[in-house]
């Protein structure tokens, strides 16, 4: 078995410094689009380009929704006036008044936090996302942050999907038998807005209707960093997006 | 017309004459639509799976002025056969094909709790896609009828309520795992029955993420539509919504620039390795060997960063487009990000000959977990769990598109269907894709990468690819101002979640976390 020492220890350190130090690595974040000037009449015809009404016209030009935006790219890519477009991922915002009135957790929550994951119906991408938080690149172990099977252990609830009718029972059954005080973390323009699966037959629209959601990762999926980031936030280590500049360089027109 | 073909309908003439409507369809004349009563389904069904060894490929059933029935079959060489039935809007029986084609049980299944059909003769109805203690009974959402737009009253919650336990000896247990289990896994129940070390029953009670995907595309714009392909599977993005450009883009008679295959090759042998590391590293963590699990997870990140630096999206997602891909690459970059595939390769094929070389850890993926030849054809599992077991079928080959007849590239094959077999099976595909992603990278031809604007057309056609799992297909009916009427989706998970019980049950409990790696199904791809 040496030889899987040795070839650990050849590796190295893989870590970013994240949220020390900002990630710069190329492809680690799709990036979204910001709030464009635009004349009016190209405004319109930018609007109409984007499938789930992300995009409304402004007196400057054209304003985003992050809740909604399913990085499609229609809006920078079928049109000869796109959107702009900006990296980064520290997205998170507070969506309910709770953060914004700095409740945070107690002291006894300000070291490891334990986080249940669950699937509330998304397609994959989310939780592939979320599961790339445990390897090496963004170890989040040695932030405190566990992912923990049960809900009896559980700080906060991480979200992702659209909800679907067949899990509601059971994400209110793992919500109700977490100990307070808890937090839920919804990832994902899905667990948001419902995406592209928007309100159905089968799907809620989002789980903000269902659970206090307390703070918002947009994107489709949102990359590991910027997941990162809303857990940062539900501990109160990282503030919103927009609320002040941290290393990351959060995104300036978050929609919360 | 391939010969297996021009062989198979001159015997189709001879054995049922007038009582089967043939045709031919498609301008090369690879597709073959066979049209018969309801009741010669069965036997014709059964000719084509158990004696020509056609493929089964999945059941489409389309509600129009009368019900129509699709099954679709396809063999080793170019060449497709559609057996179609109607029935009148009133009625709504058929004979079910499940008890002489295996492979058409689950389809059969979803179709009788999406539409209301019934299977006669089926031995297992009910309680499917429609979990019976959310649904009220007699919903049936993919109806016309139906609007998938509204929420639908449920039952009330019923916490009490128990799936149905098979084995009933004294002493016989069963342990309840999910939906929400582990950690960051999707959504699925297992109900582990036993008595005592060996799991006796391992049936998955799926679709707790079922959002209704064929059902909410109806009445929607085809590009838009694209958009639910790609969310299907976002680990098999790029593979879905190329069998849905394909099938549109063979309705609509449109060429696709040879730029564009070529491009579409490279991305979705990105996909393909991305997906085969991913599971890869599950294999490694399932058997808790975490220096091996954390090397194939830095590989796994590696691949989604060439992907996001390369296209803009980590998971591939906005790319395909009708006639083509959304956006150019340049030359350059896809040499770049081919080279940097190339390092992950050499890095994979370390990381094989250690754990080949790690017996604790091969001792507990060998003759685990099996997967019989005869059970992969019967069950039409698809993909490298199919080629594990020694069925060697895969689209790429077998239905070749996007120009892959022109590509060197091998079909790995192993014998075993254990789960080393499938381990081994995912490194030597993972090698084939990161081959062909150089190969494609260093002669990309140059011109368009799309064809400007795609004239849609009212009609149906079928669309395949050779997803990361195994065969997807998808059919695609198009009404007036390119809106989708239907939209059929059929993935490789569900076919392979149908067999993965044969390699869970009759091995012990600590088994089974493995052999579900092994497997590395995708629980989204089959709720859809």
Same mark, same amino acid.
């Given at each position: 078995?040496?030889q899987w020492?040795?070839?650990?220890?050849r590796?190295?350190v893989?870590?970013t410094r994240?949220?020390?130090v900002?990630?710069?690595?190329a492809?680690?974040s799709p990036?979204?689009?910001?709030?464009?000037?635009?004349?009016?009449?190209l405004a319109?015809?930018?609007?109409?380009?984007?499938?789930v009404?992300?995009?409304?016209?402004?007196?400057t030009g054209v304003?985003?929704s992050l809740?909604?935006?399913?990085?499609?790219?229609?809006?920078v890519r079928?049109?000869n006036?796109?959107?702009?477009?900006?990296?980064g991922y520290e997205?998170a915002?507070?969506a309910?008044?709770?953060n914004?009135?700095g409740?945070r957790?107690?002291?006894?929550f300000?070291?490891?936090v334990?986080i !249940?994951?669950?699937d509330a119906?998304d397609c994959? =991408?989310?939780?592939?996302?979320v599961k790339?938080l445990?390897?090496?690149?963004?170890?989040m172990h040695r !932030?405190g942050?566990?992912l923990t099977?049960?809900p009896?252990?559980a700080?906060v609830l991480?979200?992702?999907?659209?909800l679907t009718d067949?899990?509601?029972?059971?994400?209110?059954?793992?919500y109700?038998?977490?100990p307070?005080?808890?937090?839920?973390v919804? =990832?994902?323009?899905?667990?948001?807005?419902?995406g592209?699966f928007?309100q159905?037959?089968?799907?809620?629209?989002?789980?903000g209707?269902? !659970?206090p959601?307390?703070?918002?990762?947009?994107?489709?999926?949102?990359?590991?960093?910027?997941?990162?980031h809303g !857990?940062?936030?539900?501990?109160g280590?990282?503030?919103t997006a927009?609320?002040?500049?941290g290393p990351?360089?959060?995104?300036?027109n978050?929609?919360? | 017309?391939?010969?297996e073909?021009?062989?198979?309908?001159q015997e189709?003439?001879?054995r049922?004459t007038?009582?089967?409507g043939l045709?031919?369809d498609?301008a090369?004349?690879?597709?073959?639509?066979?049209?018969?009563e309801p009741?010669e389904?069965p036997? $014709?069904?059964?000719?084509?799976?158990?004696?020509r060894?056609?493929?089964?490929?999945?059941l489409v059933?389309e509600? @129009?002025?009368?019900?129509e029935l699709?099954?679709?079959?396809y063999g080793s060489?170019a060449?497709?056969?559609?057996?179609?039935?109607y029935?009148?809007?009133?009625g709504?029986r058929? /004979?079910?094909?499940?008890?002489l084609?295996h492979?058409a049980?689950?389809?059969?299944?979803e179709?009788?709790d999406?539409?209301g059909?019934v299977?006669e003769?089926?031995?297992?109805l009910g309680?499917?896609?429609?979990?019976n203690?959310v649904?009220q009974? %007699?919903?049936?959402p993919?109806r016309?009828t139906?609007?998938g737009r509204?929420?639908?009253?449920?039952?009330?919650p019923?916490?009490?309520?128990?799936p149905?336990? $098979?084995v009933? &000896?004294t002493?016989?247990?069963?342990? /309840? #795992? %999910?939906?929400v289990?582990?950690?960051?896994?999707?959504? #699925?129940?297992?109900?582990l029955?036993?008595?005592?070390?060996d799991?006796?029953?391992?049936?998955?009670?799926?679709?707790?993420?079922?959002?209704?995907? &064929?059902k909410?595309?109806?009445? @929607?714009?085809?590009?838009? #539509?694209?958009l639910?392909a790609e969310?299907?599977?976002?680990?098999?993005?790029?593979?879905?919504s190329?069998a849905?450009c394909?099938?549109v883009?063979?309705?609509?008679?449109v060429?696709?620039?040879?730029?564009?295959?070529?491009l579409r090759?490279?991305?979705?042998e990105?996909?393909?390795?991305?997906h085969?590391?991913?599971?890869?590293?599950?294999?490694c963590?399932s058997?808790?060997?975490a220096v091996?699990?954390?090397?194939?997870a $830095?590989l796994?990140? +590696?691949?989604?960063?060439?992907s996001?630096s390369?296209?803009?999206?980590?998971?591939l997602? %906005?790319?395909?487009?009708?006639g083509?891909l959304?956006?150019?690459?340049?030359?350059?970059?896809?040499?770049r990000g081919?080279?940097a595939v190339?390092q992950?390769a050499?890095k994979l094929?370390v990381?094989?000959?250690?754990?080949s070389a790690?017996s604790?850890?091969?001792d507990?993926?060998e003759?685990?977990?099996?997967?019989?030849?005869a059970n992969a054809? +019967?069950?039409g599992?698809?993909?490298p769990?199919?080629?594990?077991?020694g069925l060697? @079928?895969?689209l790429?080959?077998a239905?070749p598109y996007?120009g892959?007849d022109a590509?060197?590239?091998?079909?790995?094959?192993?014998?075993e269907?254990? %789960?080393y077999a499938r381990?081994?099976?995912?490194?030597?595909e993972?090698?084939?894709s990161?081959?062909?992603v150089?190969?494609?990278t260093?002669?990309?031809?140059?011109? @368009?990468?799309?064809?400007?604007?795609t004239d849609?057309r009212?009609?149906?056609a079928?669309?395949w690819v050779?997803?990361p799992?195994?065969?997807?297909?998808?059919?695609?009916?198009?009404?007036?101002?390119?809106?989708?009427?239907?939209y059929r989706? $059929?993935?490789p998970?569900? *076919?392979n979640?149908?067999?993965f019980r044969?390699?869970?049950?009759?091995?012990a409990?600590?088994?089974?976390?493995?052999?579900?790696?092994t497997? *590395?199904?995708s629980?989204h791809?089959?709720?859809?």
């Open positions: 078995m040496s020492v040795i070839r650990g220890l590796t190295g893989k870590s994240y949220p020390r900002e990630e710069t690595a492809g680690t990036g979204l689009p910001v709030s464009t000037a635009l004349s009016s009449d319109q015809s930018l609007v109409a380009h984007c499938p009404d992300a995009l409304h016209p402004s007196i304003d985003v809740r909604q935006c399913i990085h499609c790219f229609r809006c079928a049109t006036n796109p959107m702009d477009w900006k990296g997205w915002t507070a309910s008044d709770r914004e009135k409740t957790f107690g002291p006894a300000s070291r490891s334990h !249940l994951v669950v119906g994959g =991408a989310c939780l592939n996302e790339q445990n390897n090496p690149y963004y170890n !932030l942050f566990f099977p049960t009896r252990h700080d991480l979200v992702v999907g659209a067949h899990m509601r029972l059971p994400l209110r059954k793992a109700d038998a977490m307070t005080p808890k937090r839920v919804a =990832a994902g323009a899905c667990a948001l807005s419902g592209i928007g159905s037959f089968m799907c809620a629209g989002g789980v209707e269902f !659970l959601v307390d703070v918002e990762v947009p994107g489709n999926p949102p990359p590991p960093l910027a997941i990162l !857990l940062l936030v539900a501990v280590r990282k503030p927009g609320s002040h500049h990351g360089g959060p995104a300036e978050g929609s919360g | 017309m391939p010969a073909l021009r062989e198979l309908v189709a003439q001879a049922w007038s009582r089967v045709s031919l498609g090369d004349g690879t597709a073959c639509q066979m049209e018969c009741s389904l036997e $014709i069904c059964n000719w084509l799976f158990s004696d060894h056609y493929s089964f490929g999945g059933v509600q @129009r002025t009368r019900w699709r099954y679709a079959f060489e060449s497709w056969v559609h057996v179609v039935t029935l009148s809007d009133a709504d058929f /004979p079910s094909i499940s008890g084609v492979a049980d689950w389809h059969e299944r179709a009788e999406l539409f059909l299977f003769g089926h031995p297992r309680d499917f896609v429609l979990h203690d649904w009974d %007699g919903v049936t993919m016309k139906f609007d509204k929420p639908v009253t449920h039952r009330a019923d916490l009490n309520w128990k149905r336990r $098979i009933e &000896e002493g016989a247990f069963a342990m /309840p #795992v %999910g939906p289990h582990s950690t960051a896994t999707a959504p #699925v129940y297992f109900q029955e036993t008595v005592g070390e799991v006796i029953r391992a049936q998955p009670r799926l679709f707790y993420a079922y959002r209704g995907l &064929e909410i595309a109806e009445g @929607r714009r085809a590009d838009d #539509v694209l639910i969310r299907i599977s976002g680990t098999s993005a790029f593979a879905h190329l849905l394909q099938g883009e063979r309705l609509c008679h060429e696709v620039p040879q730029r564009a295959a070529s090759v490279f991305l979705a990105l996909e393909r390795l991305r085969h590391v991913a599971a890869i590293a599950g294999v963590e058997t808790g060997l091996a699990a954390a090397h194939a $830095i796994e990140e +590696d691949l989604l960063r060439i996001g390369l296209t803009g999206h980590r998971y997602f %906005g790319l395909n487009a009708f083509g959304s956006t150019d690459f340049d030359d350059a970059a896809c040499g081919a080279a190339a992950v050499e094929t990381l094989q000959g250690m754990l790690s604790s850890f091969l507990r993926l003759e685990v977990g099996i997967v019989s030849f054809r +019967d069950f599992l698809v993909g769990i199919a080629r594990a077991s060697s @079928r895969d790429r080959k239905q996007c892959y590509i060197k590239f091998e079909v790995p094959q192993e014998s269907g254990d %789960g381990l081994r099976l995912l490194f030597r993972a090698e084939q990161a081959r062909i150089s190969a494609i260093r002669d990309l031809p140059a011109g @368009r990468f799309r064809i400007p604007e849609l009212q009609g149906a079928l669309g050779e997803a799992g195994g065969a997807a297909l998808h059919w695609i009916r198009l009404g007036e101002e390119g809106r989708v009427e239907r989706i $059929i993935t998970s569900f *076919a979640w149908h067999g044969l390699a869970a049950e009759s091995f409990f600590q088994d089974f976390p493995i052999i579900l790696a497997f *590395a199904l629980v791809e089959n709720d859809r």
